[in-house]
């Protein structure tokens, strides 16, 4: 899955580089339902490196694609989890929700690999400053094969859903910004998942022109496992800090 995962990613990506030029020239780093051609080189205080690349290009219709590869290799060098997204975005007729994208998630990690259908949308609130993004999906997969073995099953058939609310606060008129957000996941089979992950962001430009940007991530990962036999483990609260550097195209 993993060598699949990244085959499909450099065809879709090489689909895209002929017309990346055609992206929104009118990028907003806090707007998580705009499509932009950009590039993230990620560290976390555990010694994990993340590398991040998405292209996009817009639509005559108003519309915008983008298509996304991420990669995360541990301290050792060693692979971690993977992502492959296809984000679809749709430009409303409406003051308060502008945009909505609807999104297909490939995900594959040392516990599961999933494909994620989803969307989010924009909304706006009467503090300009403050906006809301709401988002929500529904997943299918498998655990690993080795992973289902440990929790006492080996039928590895897995589905789901996740949620997420996400609240964005522009604190500067550079752009910079500060951002909250919990997100939910469950995962259903003969092993049952759930998970709460919250993160805190600060994020600033680096460059006058606003294309190259310095994040902060927090994240607090936590949440419950039951396995086969119906025993229920509580998982250990994971705290992690990222520190991203992030460029527009």
């Known amino acids: 899955m993993k060598l ?16 990346a030029a055609a992206q929104e020239e009118d990028f907003d780093a806090s707007d998580m339902t705009r499509a932009n051609t950009t590039a993230i080189i ?32 541990d301290r050792e060098g060693d692979y971690k989890d993977a992502r492959l997204q296809y984000f679809h975005v749709f430009n409303l007729d409406n003051a308060t929700t502008p945009r909505i994208a609807a999104s297909l998630d490939i995900i594959d990690n040392d516990m599961f690999t999933t494909a994620a259908l989803g969307g989010i949308a924009m ?20 655990y690993d094969d080795e992973f289902a073995k440990t929790m006492g099953t080996s039928n590895t058939d897995v589905k789901g859903a996740m949620g997420a609310a996400y609240a964005v606060l522009k604190t500067g008129q550079d752009g910079t910004f500060l951002a909250a957000y919990p997100e939910f996941t469950y ?17 600033t430009p680096l460059s006058a022109d606003g294309k190259r940007w310095g994040q902060i991530k927090l994240e ?20 992690v800090a990222w520190f991203n550097y992030k460029v527009y195209f």
């Open 4 to 19: 699949k995962t990244l085959s499909i990613g450099a065809m879709l990506f090489g689909a895209l580089c002929n017309t």
């Open 42 to 73: 990620s560290a976390s205080n555990k010694g994990d490196v993340k590398l991040t690349g998405s292209l996009s290009y817009a639509h005559r219709n108003g519309q915008a694609s983008m298509v996304l590869l991420e990669g995360t290799m």
């Open 123 to 142: 909304v706006r609130t009467s503090y300009e400053p403050l906006t809301f993004f709401v988002r929500g999906g529904v997943l299918a997969g498998s």
């Open 187 to 203: 995962l259903d089979g003969d092993v049952e998942i759930e998970s709460v992950k919250t993160t805190f962001m600060a994020a």
């Open 220 to 239: 607090n990962t936590s949440g419950t496992l039951t396995d086969a036999s119906g025993l229920k483990h509580k998982m250990d609260s994971d705290t």
